[in-house]
Every structure is written in C-alpha cells, then in structure tokens.
C-alpha cells in the first residue's frame, strides 16, 4: 500500500502560489462568508485564512448571525462583487436551512466565485471548457490522481453524486483530456448491488459523507482509493476524532494507493481555492 500525501503536494503547491502572488503587481483578496456558528464551517474558515497568510493573499472574513436574512447576506455579495480589492468570494457551506444555497451561490458573479459553484462555472467544467474556476474539491482529487495512479482508460467509481463533489469530479474525469479520459461511474445511497459496482473499480472515489461507510469487503484488492470523506465521531475512549468515508485500517492493506483522513484530500481543496483565487486575479489583471 502506497499512502498518497495531499499535504506534502499541497505544500509544494502553497510554495509555488506564494512566488507567483509576490511577483503579481498588486495584492489579491479573498473574502469569506460564514453564516451562523457551525464549528465545522468556523474551523474550515480558519484553515483556509491561515492558508491565505502563508502564500500571502489578503483574506477578510464577514461574519453573519444564524437567522440572518437572506437580502443581508445578498446586499454583502453585492457589495464584494463590485469590490475591486476582492478577487474571490467566498460562502462557506451548509448554510442555515432558511437561506436558498442556490440563490446565494448564483449571485457570486463567476469571474469571483473561486469555489466554482456558480451555474456557468460548473457548466464550463462540464463542457471541458478552459477559463471558469473548477470546484477546488474534485480539482483536487484529479491532481492528486495526476501525481499517484494513471487514470485515462480506467474505471473510476464514485460513491457520491453531490453538486460540489460528485457530479462534477465525474466530469472533470470523464473529459477527453490527458489526466483524464476515465471510464466514470457514479453510484450513491440508492444504488442497488453497490458492494458489485465498487468491487469493479480501478479507482474508487468515496464521497458520501457517512464516517466509515466503505468497507474492505467492497473493495478489490490493488484498487486505489480516494476518500474525500470528513466525519467527526467519538472514539471508543468517548475521544472526538476525525475519520473518512473508508475504513482506513481495514481497505488500506488491501488498497494500491489510498489517501489518509485527515493528510489527504482535505489539504488539496484548500490549495486549489487559494489557486483559483490567484489564477482569478491574475485574469483580472
Ligand atoms: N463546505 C464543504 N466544502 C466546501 C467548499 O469546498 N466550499 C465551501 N464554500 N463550503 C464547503
């Protein structure tokens, strides 16, 4: 079993980002939107704004109470979409039940929502498109697979069919693109035979958010495995403690390549927002 180590690629990434935001003739700014007090969604927030200090971007984070009105948090959008110190907005996610993801994702304009939510932005993923943001998630696992295990021609599985996850990491894959060209399958919650589906991939993508869901008996043996889960649970010491959507000491002995929770995928989406935010600026001019 080979661990693959999306903190160490993360970091060379994080290196290179900070020569090109010290050449670039102006400072580049990121703004965050935290709704409400979620200590999963503080907690990201903060990684991602100590993120932003190591490779040197400006980073200002807005704060909004959990009943906040939707027309609030709209007129801020507003605001920081027309700020030219602002090259990425960014709201952190689940928000409150009251407020409509949608809606509010949608009114980031596209040349700024670096997290690639916006409708054009998944669009141009989907088309295969250059220019847009793609989702720094599925960008991520697709780079940590360039770095790892050859995919073009390979069967891909992914357990998991979210708007920021799934769906599009299965189209970015599925491109007839070097680093790509898979043969992609997206199972989920309701799909029959599923232990059948997964033991038939090459690479397995576990994206379902449920901690441990993927067990060794639905994985072939030199498969590669990608778990993009995070679940905070409780030891059997009543310890919290951070787990993926692969039972990790159970599948890796098996397993070709694999990724480690927390060190693996996690560190990656946060180097392809900080990316994003630089390539934004940079198109900005
Ligand atoms: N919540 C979980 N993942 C993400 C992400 O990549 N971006 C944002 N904004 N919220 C999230």
Not at 59 to 67: L, R
Not at 170 to 187: D, F, P
Not at 223 to 245: F, M
Request: aromatic share 4%; proline share 6%.
């Amino acid at each position: 079993m080979n661990l693959i180590d999306g903190k160490k690629i993360a970091s060379e990434i994080l290196d290179s980002l900070s020569v090109r935001v010290e050449k670039f003739h102006r400072k580049i700014g990121l703004a965050f939107l935290l709704v409400g007090d979620n200590a999963a969604s503080l907690a990201y927030v903060r990684m991602k704004k100590k993120a932003c200090a190591q490779v040197g971007l400006h980073s200002i984070v807005q704060e909004f109470a959990a009943d906040t009105n939707q027309d609030v948090l709209l007129r801020s959008i507003d605001a920081l979409n027309e700020d030219a110190q602002i090259d990425g907005i960014l709201v952190q996610l689940p928000l409150p039940s009251h407020l409509d993801t949608l809606a509010v994702t949608r009114s980031i304009i596209p040349e700024k929502d670096v997290d690639g939510f916006h409708p054009i932005n998944l669009g141009k993923v989907l088309l295969g498109e250059e220019g847009g943001f793609p989702p720094c998630t599925p960008r991520g696992v697709q780079l940590l697979l360039e770095k790892t295990v050859p995919i073009e021609g390979k069967h891909v599985v992914i357990v998991g069919r979210s708007n920021i996850v799934g769906k599009p990491l299965a189209a970015l894959l599925v491109q007839k693109k070097r680093g790509a060209n898979a043969t992609v399958t997206i199972a989920h919650s309701q799909s029959e035979h599923l232990a059948e589906i997964t033991k038939s991939a090459d690479v397995l993508v576990a994206a379902i958010g449920q901690p441990r869901f993927i067990r060794k008996e639905m994985v072939r043996p030199g498969c590669a495995v990608i778990d993009v889960g995070i679940n905070r649970i409780q030891d059997a010491n009543g310890q919290p403690r951070l787990v993926g959507d692969v039972d990790f000491e159970a599948v890796a002995p098996i397993a070709s390549w694999i990724t480690p929770v927390p060190g693996g995928v996690g560190p990656m989406t946060i180097a392809m927002l900080l990316q994003n935010t630089v390539d934004g600026a940079m198109r900005r001019g």
